[in-house]
């Protein structure tokens, strides 16, 4: 199916944010953790754990709630904005922090608008590529690629998001251009790369494993 053809030291960390406030005899009724990718990402399965883990702590359901699009800013967005009361936190990736630059304008602050809470996970990124391609090797697949400038593709979860960037570090180490196709959750850009519609993917490791 989909072949690893590389594993880089760029990592994908997840981290809990709340709007600030929250009353006392907290939590008084269920909390929700809003990820801003499809269901089945990286970042959803970590929340998915994370909310588990927090309901049996906190005695209160944790439910997560999936808000994909605009590289996770939908979501951030709708966090900031929620009452300041501590029952609506974000999981966020690096991609909160690289969003101011990767973005003309967005609705919120990151820095204003939230408190963090803890990093709960650190996610390392593999290169997977479409078994059509005929390169075997990290280094065939360079110069592949830089023989066919502009003709190839690679996935990613939206401007400014870990594998974005692993993907334009690659690209700006190696001298290759490509064309770059943004998805609202990774298991979206496996399905493309799957298929033959993408030819590469820096994926998440949960969701990339199972397919290598």
Same mark, same amino acid.
């Given at each position: 199916? =989909?072949?690893?053809?590389?594993?880089?030291?760029?990592?994908?960390?997840? =981290?809990?944010?709340?709007?600030?406030?929250?009353? $006392?005899?907290?939590? &008084?009724?269920?909390?929700?953790?809003?990820?801003?990718?499809?269901?089945?990402?990286?970042?959803?399965?970590?929340?998915?754990?994370?909310?588990?883990?927090? &309901?049996?702590?906190?005695? $209160?359901?944790?439910?997560?709630?999936?808000?994909?699009?605009?590289?996770?800013?939908?979501? &951030?967005?709708?966090?900031?904005?929620?009452?300041p009361d501590g029952y609506t936190v974000l999981l966020a990736n690096a991609g909160l922090a690289t969003g101011a630059t990767a973005y003309v304008k967005l609705n919120f602050n990151a820095l204003r608008d939230f408190t963090p809470v803890t990093q709960v996970s650190a996610t390392p990124h593999i290169l997977v590529s479409h078994p059509s391609l005929?390169?075997?090797?990290?280094?065939?697949?360079? &110069?592949?690629t830089r023989a066919r400038p502009g003709e190839l593709n690679f996935a990613s979860t939206g401007h400014g998001n870990s594998d974005h960037l692993a993907a334009e570090l690659?690209?700006?180490?190696? $001298?290759?251009?490509?064309?770059?196709?943004?998805?609202?959750g990774g298991p979206l850009a496996l399905n493309d790369l799957i298929t033959g519609q993408i030819a590469m993917y820096f994926a998440g490791l949960l969701v990339a494993l199972p397919l290598v």
């Open positions: 199916m =989909v072949k690893n053809t590389a594993c880089i030291i760029l990592f994908g960390i997840s =981290v809990l944010y709340a709007v600030p406030g929250s009353a $006392q005899g907290y939590p &008084a009724k269920p909390v929700r953790i809003i990820v801003g990718f499809s269901a089945g990402s990286t970042t959803d399965l970590i929340g998915r754990v994370l909310a588990a883990k927090m &309901a049996d702590g906190l005695g $209160q359901p944790v439910v997560v709630d999936n808000r994909p699009g605009a590289g996770a800013n939908i979501a &951030a967005e709708l966090v900031s904005k929620a009452p005929p390169p075997k090797t990290v280094k065939e697949l360079i &110069a592949f690659f690209s700006y180490m190696t $001298q290759l251009k490509m064309v770059h196709i943004t998805y609202k």
